[in-house]
């Protein structure tokens, strides 16, 4: 048989190929695995200069919400001084591990606005608006949410005003917009 006997030689190089790859600490490897792709029959090809993969499917059309359909889908919504890590799969039940809420800050401190989304299976163009106690905006965040592919019941997500920007003593107001929807007026007090 030709195709076993050529096997077991791309086995035999490949295995001393592995012992001269462990005695070089590894500059070999790239060799190894062109052997072990030419020996399977699979066609090599490099990742340098290889092109970008396509995204699966596209990014879904915003969904169009009317404004009891939007102040609907708000979970929650709160300040915190400890935002949770990216990617972190929250509880609100047992193991609880939502961040504390907190509702005074002082001046020159970060504060995170902290809000969940029920799942929609859509995406959802959000939008928040940092108000100062002049009553101006000081900062605003278009934050997109694509649910489309989470399969959890709700979605969380964070906004971030950064100490530089936190300069003024007094009633601060963040206010959540979906879908262009005013959803939430949310007063914080920031002391000097």
Not at 19 to 28: F, I, K, M, N, P
Not at 35 to 43: A, H, K, Q, S
Not at 101 to 118: A, L, S
Request: net charge positive.
């Amino acid at each position: 048989m030709p195709g076993a006997a050529s096997a077991s030689v791309g086995w035999t190089q490949t295995r001393m190929t592995v012992s001269t790859w462990a005695a070089t600490g590894g500059r070999r490897l790239g060799k190894i695995l062109r052997l072990v792709y030419t020996c399977c029959d699979v066609p090599f090809q490099s990742r340098r200069g290889s092109k970008p993969r396509p995204p699966r499917r596209p990014t879904p059309a915003a969904l169009t919400l009317s404004g009891i359909e939007a102040a609907s889908l708000v979970k929650f919504a709160y300040f915190t001084d400890t935002a949770p890590a990216p990617g972190t799969l929250l509880f609100t039940a047992f193991r609880r591990n939502m961040p504390p809420g907190v509702t005074e800050f002082t001046v020159r401190n970060p504060v995170t606005f902290f809000y969940g989304i029920q799942q929609t299976g859509g995406l959802l163009n959000i939008q928040v608006r940092w108000i100062n106690p002049d009553g101006m905006v000081t900062r605003t965040s278009d934050l997109p949410m694509d649910q489309s592919q989470e399969g959890a019941l709700w979605t969380w997500q964070v906004d971030r005003l950064e100490k530089r920007d936190l300069t003024q003593a007094g009633v601060w107001v963040v206010e959540l917009l979906i879908s262009g929807h005013r959803v939430g007026r949310y007063p914080l007090l920031v002391r000097a």
